[in-house]
């Protein structure tokens, strides 16, 4: 009797699930999907209810017959991930190998560990037919609409074009906010600061609020200047104290999109990094004696839900770790969204007990630094509110009110272990204020004007667009990847300094598309259609009427375009650098790796250069100027401007700071011991290191 053989996607998760389970079982892997649409043609019967034309994958040609071949006279159980996705690779399998489809041969775990994978092993079910028309649903409407979509691009504006249902909203919303912010009018503002001090010396700072408690705006430097006047010898006095305690919460475990903006913003991380970096630690790791083992669950889910085994576990972690003051009540956590995404749960440590400095001797160091991440998530969402003493003190001086406020800390509670970061930068702090009672009299030590300009809203980094995205509904957690991808691929936009920019010709396509198929850049109607994507996961509607619905205004308004546009031409933005070859201005452009300078005169001139920006530094060597400059994987260096006569180059930004004994530029570095100022100069007498930061 040969040994059933367990059919799963990847290598990696073969091999952990091989070494639970022995000799007992085959594992092989599929290799992802064994069959999709043709590339060569649309594989759509739109005549016939949309009927997909699925193909194999020619790539896969060597994997299907092996996998043909194995599964022959044996057991046959699909285990591939616990989504749509998964559940439509195991059909494909199930259609490929010949498995009948009301064979009990689907199995389903969130996390890779010897008893889930064993007692999954123990209660098998038919594939999921609504969880597969789901991803039909998805993957024809995105055929629909790039197939019928990219030829008209090809024709109207530029061949190689192509446009997505969901990415064109990505575009869009990114589109948007760059035209906020070259419309945003800045406005001046003053604010007037008094620091103040006690009789026995403690000092403090507050802040103008007004006259008579009503806030009032300072919009110029003369009216700050006339609060002054006002101020001039006035006596100062607290007029009201206000304490109470404020709570804070732990932020609840992560799910996929939550995972992908923390790691943005604490570890730097682009959302593909994260996500191929929790892919090794859901499919498992050589943990020492413990062997190949799965270190987080599941990575791809909306939901914030955890078990009560692991609740328990974590609680009992806590207690004796911390204390049991340190446990924290019931969780309240976000309402779950009302789709099947939620019998998914929050992306957290398989086992608390494999605590993060245990496991890092056998991680790699993003590794470590995205498992640690996950561990403090979890841990802090079971642990107690942090507990601060919050103040605020109105301070009177004459009929003008100042204002301060402050808080201690009382009871640390999660924060002993993690604090959630923020998208501006680090976690608020507020200044100590002293002990003040009303009445008592405080010293004026200087009054403080300052300056001020309102903000344009912020460019969106790849956090702040996955949060927009699921504050939208627009798209599910195994989409945010893909759509951050192609936009940057297909040149609609590029990344600077982290923050997203659109191309001209992003914004040409936006225009486009808004004017003639508004519902493909329209959020709103995306979002509804994922909704009407997860009744169809839930059995409450049909694929088909969903894609027919979509896809017949879609249709005439396809064919009203392309009788009304005329040839859209992509402007190119000009540039104040003069080609070297042939005197032209050249122009800027965006290509797979960026922005770069191109000749105007192309095809007789194709000269091409780099975009650098200067920095206020000179080279060490030769004296030239440093630019900053990008390496094929996008890293940012700074080299010298005469490249390639002079090779000097940094990884670290260049500092205003000089060396005292050489005088050339000093540059941050990181030691055990902190962060210190090292002279950039390779043949510098001392080797110049500064204080440490």
């Given at each position: 009797m040969y040994k059933p053989l367990i059919i799963v996607e990847s290598p990696a998760k073969a091999r952990t699930i091989q070494k639970f389970l022995g000799s007992s079982?085959?594992?092989?892997?599929?290799?992802?999907?064994?069959?999709?649409?043709?590339?060569?043609?649309?594989?759509?019967?739109?005549?016939?209810?949309?009927?997909?034309?699925?193909?194999?994958?020619?790539?896969?040609?060597?994997?299907?017959?092996?996998?043909?071949?194995?599964?022959?006279?044996?057991?046959?159980?699909?285990?591939?991930?616990?989504?749509?996705e998964g559940e439509a690779i195991s059909w494909h399998l199930l259609e490929v190998l010949g498995i009948p489809g009301d064979a009990t041969c689907r199995v389903v775990f969130h996390e890779i560990t010897r008893d889930i994978v064993k007692n999954a092993l123990k209660s098998p079910r038919v594939v999921d037919q609504h969880l597969v028309d789901a991803q039909q649903a998805r993957r024809v409407l995105d055929r629909l609409v790039?197939?019928?979509?990219?030829?008209?691009?090809?024709?109207?504006?530029?061949?190689?074009?192509?446009?997505?249902?969901?990415?064109?909203?990505?575009?869009?919303l990114i589109c948007?906010?760059?035209?906020?912010?070259?419309?945003?009018?800045?406005?001046?503002?003053?604010?007037?600061?008094?620091?103040?001090?006690?009789a026995d010396g403690a000092g403090f700072r507050a802040k103008l609020l007004g006259k008579g408690r009503q806030e009032s705006r300072m919009n110029t430097e003369d009216d700050v200047r006339a609060a002054m006047r006002d101020l001039e010898g006035a006596r100062y006095e607290v007029l009201e104290v206000k304490r109470k305690d404020r709570r804070r919460r732990p932020a609840a475990p992560f799910n996929t999109s939550s995972l992908q903006q923390e790691a943005a913003r604490k570890l730097g991380f682009p959302v593909k990094r994260t996500m191929a970096l929790a892919q090794q630690l859901y499919e498992g790791l050589e943990v020492g004696k413990e062997g190949a083992t799965g270190l987080i669950t599941?990575?791809?889910?909306?939901?914030?839900?955890?078990?009560?085994?692991?609740?328990?576990?974590?609680?009992?972690?806590?207690?004796?770790?911390?204390?049991?003051?340190?446990?924290?009540?019931?969780?309240?956590?976000?309402?779950?969204?009302?789709?099947?995404?939620?019998?998914?749960?929050?992306?957290?440590?398989?086992?608390?007990?494999?605590?993060?400095e245990g496991m890092k001797q056998y991680l790699n160091r993003d590794q470590y630094r995205l498992y640690r991440l996950i561990w403090e998530r979890m841990v802090a969402s079971e642990m107690a509110s942090a507990v601060y003493d919050a103040v605020s003190c109105d301070v009177g001086a004459r009929d003008h009110v100042f204002r301060a406020t402050g808080s201690t800390m009382k009871f640390p509670g999660f924060t002993r272990i993690y604090i959630e970061g923020r998208d501006n930068g680090d976690p608020e702090s507020e200044e100590t204020l002293p002990p003040l009672t009303k009445g008592e009299r405080l010293d004026l030590t200087?009054?403080?004007?300052?300056?001020?300009?309102?903000?344009?809203?912020?460019?969106?980094?790849?956090?702040?667009?996955?949060k927009t995205l699921e504050e939208k509904g627009i798209g599910r957690p195994s989409t945010y990847v893909p759509i951050i991808s192609t936009?940057?691929?297909?040149?609609y936009v590029h990344l600077e300094d982290r923050k997203f920019f659109p191309t001209e010709l992003g914004k040409v396509v936006v225009e486009l598309l808004g004017k003639h198929f508004p519902d493909?850049?329209?959020?709103?109607?995306?979002?509804?259609?994922?909704?009407?994507?997860?009744?169809?996961?839930?059995?409450?509607?049909?694929?088909?009427?969903?894609?027919?619905?979509?896809?017949r205004p879609f249709s005439e308004r396809l064919e009203n375009a392309d009788e009304a546009l005329e040839r859209v031409k992509v402007p190119d933005e000009p540039s104040d650098v003069k080609c070297d070859k042939c005197g032209k201005m050249m122009v800027k452009k965006v290509g797979r790796f960026g922005p770069f300078l191109a000749c105007p005169g192309f095809p007789e001139c194709r000269n091409t250069r780099?975009?650098?920006?200067?920095?206020?530094?000179?080279?060490?060597?030769?004296?030239?100027?440093?630019?900053?400059?990008?390496?094929?994987?996008?890293?940012?260096?700074?080299?010298?401007?005469?490249?390639?006569?002079?090779?000097?180059?940094?990884?670290?930004?260049?500092?205003?700071?000089?060396?005292?004994?050489?005088?050339?530029?000093?540059?941050?570095?990181?030691?055990?011991?902190?962060?210190?100022?090292?002279?950039?100069?390779?043949?510098?007498?001392?080797?110049?290191?500064?204080?440490?930061?």
């Open positions: 079982f085959e594992v092989k892997a599929s290799m992802g999907h064994v069959r999709d649409l043709p590339k060569s043609s649309l594989g759509v019967d739109v005549e016939n209810g949309f009927r997909p034309q699925y193909v194999g994958i020619k790539s896969k040609a060597k994997v299907v017959s092996d996998l043909k071949k194995s599964a022959s006279g044996r057991e046959v159980y699909l285990a591939t991930d616990p989504d749509r790039g197939y019928k979509l990219s030829p008209l691009l090809w024709k109207k504006v530029k061949r190689g074009l192509s446009a997505g249902r969901v990415q064109s909203v990505a575009v869009r948007d906010r760059e035209a906020e912010i070259q419309a945003f009018q800045q406005e001046e503002y003053w604010s007037l600061t008094a620091h103040l001090a006690k599941y990575m791809r889910t909306d939901s914030t839900r955890i078990s009560q085994v692991a609740r328990e576990e974590t609680r009992h972690y806590i207690e004796s770790t911390f204390g049991k003051e340190y446990l924290g009540g019931a969780p309240k956590r976000p309402q779950a969204k009302v789709n099947i995404q939620d019998a998914h749960e929050a992306i957290r440590p398989t086992s608390v007990l494999r605590d993060p200087r009054l403080e004007p300052c300056q001020h300009f309102t903000q344009p809203p912020p460019r969106y980094t790849e956090a702040m667009l996955v936009i940057q691929e297909r040149g493909i850049v329209d959020a709103a109607f995306t979002a509804r259609l994922e909704g009407d994507l997860d009744r169809v996961e839930g059995g409450q509607d049909d694929w088909q009427r969903l894609v027919g619905a979509f896809y780099p975009i650098m920006e200067s920095v206020d530094a000179a080279c060490p060597l030769c004296g030239g100027q440093m630019m900053k400059k990008r390496s094929k994987k996008k890293r940012a260096f700074y080299g010298c401007e005469n490249y390639p006569k002079c090779q000097f180059s940094v990884w670290n930004k260049p500092t205003r700071e000089r060396c005292p004994q050489c005088g050339s530029f000093m540059i941050h570095r990181r030691g055990k011991a902190g962060t210190y100022l090292q002279c950039a100069n390779p043949g510098c007498p001392s080797g110049a290191e500064g204080a440490l930061t």
